[in-house]
């Protein structure tokens, strides 16, 4: 059983595993009445199978159609002029924070004026929300467009030998190189407030900071701007059947290390922020995620004192889309038996690898199945969950033996290792943190255009 400290007692081994297995788990959309999953489960393992022959959304009756994820405009705060005039322009408005721009352009407008004294961009203009919008453009058109030093996007003399790309930014903007660099020395994120109280982290105005945020706050310059991304995302977008939960990084190469950092050395860019990122697999569009700040502040989150903290940041990231019947798919680092049965409490199936998190998972009895099976067979176990004294629910645990471990060689030829898109403009790790989220909100646009406008699905 699962006891209430998160420790699982089991009857089987401890060792590492040899093969990778995999654990579905199921549940019906009207068994999620609990607020917080129940602990007292219990189940044993039995019964070999070659294979899993029932869907066991048609056994709970909640049926197997797959439902697609949704746009809410009503939430977007876009004026009617915006929703009927823009493509792609309108759903990147959809998905950044767009009640932060009022603030954020006085903030900067503070701190130019401050620094450069009153109307210091050319022609004595001061900060705007819509000089702010075409800094921020230029910003998003560096992302996409990698490759060059900042200052050759405004070079209007096309390369003799025809090796670099001639953007002419001075053309096509109304900021001149000197008035983006200029906000650029400026630039800062829009931060909790120490006086006011707590409204929404996306609303206009000063905000308090939250009661969960820890004290002293390490990641105050970020915090307000990412809770303000997940907040802004959560109104607008629904997510269809199916879920990915990943792991992502903020690479940042800076000479000082900032507060967060750590080293993941099986990524790409292995250095920077950790983020745990939530996406729909329908539409492709990162909903969700959640910054990781380091042992102690993550160990001080919800559900972690209960069920640890793996399975604990699972939950915190599914909350909210409990009884729909979303199928969760997730790697190793999330899989374990005691996340898919709390996730199957919530009516929430789901599809996970286990490697080393194997406590109450039949590792000994499927590597033993698994011995005089060939290459690319597997065997599978069911358990019947108890998860009351009227209900119960089937798991299963497959094993699959794999091809063995991939080369390096093999490794490089699948494309393993490519660089994600740069950031031009790391001059700090705020910096560098709010240029790969910009980056995430680009896609997201992009995805989502692609997906729900006609325009967008036939570029």
Known sequence: DIDSDGDCDSEFDEGAPEEDTTVLAEESADDCTLETPSSNFKFNWSKEHEEVSTDQRVKDGVGTETCNPKLRWDNSELDDTVLSKYGYLKYFLLFFPVLLLPIWAQLLQRNGATRYGEGFITGKRNMSVGLFLVWLGIWVFMLLNPGLQRHEYWNSTPDPLKLLPNHDLTALTTLSRHDFERILSVFSLPTYSDEAPYTAAHSGGACGQPDDAPSPDTLRAV?????????????????????????????????????????????????????????????????????????????????????????????????????????????????????????????????????????????????????????????????????????????????????????????????????????????????????????????????????????????
């Open 223 to 459: 915090r307000r701007f990412f809770d303000a991304c997940n907040e802004r995302w959560a109104m607008i977008f629904t997510p269809g059947t199916f879920l990915c939960l990943d792991e992502s990084m903020f690479k940042w190469l800076g000479r000082f290390r900032m507060p967060g950092w750590v080293k993941v050395g099986r990524k790409p860019d292995s250095k920077g922020h950790e983020l745990k990122t939530l996406a729909c697999g329908i539409s492709k569009v990162l909903f969700r995620f959640e910054l990781q700040e380091g042992k102690i502040p993550d160990n001080l989150k919800k559900y972690v004192d209960r069920y640890g903290a793996t399975t604990a940041l699972v939950l915190r990231m599914l909350e909210g889309l409990k009884g729909v019947g979303y199928i969760l798919i997730a790697d190793s680092w999330f899989g374990s038996t005691k996340t898919c049965i709390l996730l199957l409490a919530w009516g929430i199936y789901s599809v996970l690898n286990v490697k080393t998190a194997y406590r109450l998972f039949p590792k000994t009895q499927l590597m033993e199945a698994l011995k005089p099976k060939g290459k690319g067979e597997h065997v599978c176990y069911q358990a019947d969950v108890k998860m009351s004294a009227t209900r119960s629910k089937t798991i299963f645990a497959v094993g699959h033996k794999g091809p063995g471990k991939m080369s390096k060689a093999h490794q490089k030829s699948t494309g393993w290792g490519a660089d994600a898109v740069g950031v031009p403009l790391l001059l700090s790790w705020e910096h560098c943190d709010f240029g790969e989220l910009l980056m995430i909100i680009i896609v997201n646009a992009e995805n989502a255009w692609k997906f729900f406008d006609v325009i967008g699905k036939e570029l």
